[in-house]
Nanobody, 136 residues
Framework: QVHLSESGGGSVQTGGSLRLSCTAS????????MGWFRQAPGKEREVVATTFTRSGGVHFYADSVKGRFVIPQDNDKSALALQMSSLKPEDTAMYYC????????????????????????????WGQGTQVTVSS
């Protein structure tokens, strides 16, 4: 059983920065799909960023956050962070950390599996969410 807990949300002005953290327990594998999602009022939940290893590697970023948001490499393998910079009012949303121990088909791409296939199926484990509000 994987348990996730987010922290670090808050209110900032346009152009400000925030760092979200997700503490994960129950993760026993080196490779696991993890990601950040967000949902604004009246909108569907969307993928923000995903990764499949917390010790570095290729990360996926949605076009809307590319160049502004980064999953920093962290030696704490029980945590997943999201460094957000140059925040815009349209970034206002509830941000969720998610994880899923399912793996791609043999020979399949972890990157595609975590960023496209699993989001379509639905990640299995979610945190409670943390609110990010960006004012103009």
């Amino acid at each position: 059983q994987v348990h996730l807990s987010e922290s670090g949300g808050g209110s900032v002005q346009t152009g400000g920065s925030l760092r979200l953290s997700c503490t994960a327990s129950g993760v026993t594998t080196e490779r696991i799909c993890m990601g950040w999602f967000r949902q604004a009022p009246g909108k569907e939940r969307e993928v923000v960023a995903t990764t499949f290893t917390r010790s570095g590697g290729v990360h996926f970023y949605a076009d809307s956050v590319k160049g502004r948001f980064v999953i920093p490499q962290d030696n704490d393998k029980s945590a997943l962070a999201l460094q957000m910079s140059s925040l815009k009012p349209e970034d206002t949303a509830m941000y969720y950390c998610a994880a899923d121990p399912r793996t791609p088909e043999p020979g399949g791409s972890w990157h595609e599996f975590c960023s496209r296939i699993l989001p379509a199926r639905g990640y299995n484990y979610w945190g409670q969410g943390t609110q990010v509000t960006v004012s103009s």
